[in-house]
C-alpha cells in the first residue's frame, strides 16, 4: 500500500489524532483526503475534501460511501471515551462507547469494504488503543470496547483477505489529544503516532504498536494476570 496517489478517507478528522492523519497524508502525496466529521464544519483542513459522516448512523455512514467511490485507504479513526466503570457507570454512555467504536466501525468497514474491493482490495487501518488489552479503573467501558474493536479487526481481516485488501491494527497508549486533555501523564506526540502508523501500513504491517508501553502490555499478555493487575492481587 503506497500513501503516495492514494485516495484516503479519514473518519474523526476535525481534532486530534485524525487531524494529523489528514495532513501527513497530503503531505506524502495522497491524490485525494476526504476528511470526515460528525460537525463537518469544524474540518479546516487546507487541501480536503470535507463529508459529514456520523460513523453512529447508518443514514450518514450510507451517504458517505456514495459520495466516496474512490476510496483505496480507509482510516477508521473516530471514536469516543466517556471515563465510565461497567459495574457502575452510567449505562447509556458505556452503550454509547459500544455503540461508536465498535458498531460505528463496523458500519463504516460494512459500507467501505464493497468500494475497496472494486478499486483493487487497498487498506484499512483502525485506531485501537493499549486498552484493547489492558482494563484500567475509571475508564473500564473504553476498554471493553476497544477490545470488541481489536476483535473486529482480527476478524475483518481474515474476511476481506480474499478481497486483497489489507486491514492494520494501531495500538497506542496515552496521546496528547482533545480526549486526553484532562489527564497529567506523559503523552505520545500524536504527529510521531501518526508517522510511524503510515509507515506500517506502506510496510504492509496487519499491527502496529506505537510506543513502547503498548509494546510491554502486549508481551505481558502472556504472563498471568496479576502481571497487568498487581492490585487485585494484593487486594485479594
Not at 3 to 28: D, K, W, Y
Request: hydrophobic letters at 45%.
Amino acid at each position: 500500500m503506497k500513501i503516495a496517489g492514494s485516495v484516503v478517507l479519514v473518519t474523526g478528522a476535525n481534532r486530534g489524532i485524525g487531524r494529523h492523519f489528514a495532513q501527513q497524508l497530503l503531505e506524502r502525496g495522497a491524490a485525494k483526503v476526504y476528511a470526515t466529521a460528525r460537525n463537518a464544519e469544524q474540518v479546516d483542513i487546507p487541501g480536503v475534501q470535507v463529508l459529514r459522516l456520523d460513523i453512529t448512523d447508518p443514514e450518514s455512514v450510507a451517504a458517505a460511501a456514495v459520495a466516496a467511490p474512490d476510496v483505496t485507504l480507509l482510516i477508521n479513526n473516530a471514536g469516543v471515551a466517556t471515563f465510565q466503570n461497567l459495574v457502575t457507570g452510567d449505562l447509556e454512555k458505556i452503550r454509547l462507547e459500544m455503540d461508536t467504536n465498535y458498531f460505528g466501525t463496523l458500519g463504516v468497514v460494512r459500507a467501505f469494504a464493497p468500494v475497496l474491493a472494486t478499486n483493487g482490495g487497498g487498506a484499512i487501518l483502525n485506531v485501537l488503543s493499549v486498552m484493547s488489552w489492558l482494563a484500567y479503573e475509571g475508564a473500564n467501558a473504553y476498554a471493553a470496547a476497544k477490545a470488541a474493536e481489536w476483535s473486529l479487526t482480527n476478524g475483518i481481516r481474515l474476511e476481506l483477505a480474499g478481497q486483497g485488501t489489507l486491514v492494520t491494527g494501531l495500538h497506542l497508549s496515552s496521546t496528547d489529544t482533545d480526549m486526553m486533555a484532562g489527564s497529567d501523564i506523559e503523552k505520545n506526540d500524536p504527529a510521531d503516532v501518526v508517522r510511524t502508523a503510515l509507515d506500517g501500513i506502506e510496510a504492509g504491517r496487519i499491527e502496529i504498536l506505537a510506543d513502547d508501553a503498548t509494546a510491554q502490555v502486549k508481551a505481558a499478555l502472556s504472563a498471568d494476570p496479576g502481571t497487568l493487575y498487581p492490585q487485585v492481587v494484593s487486594a485479594l
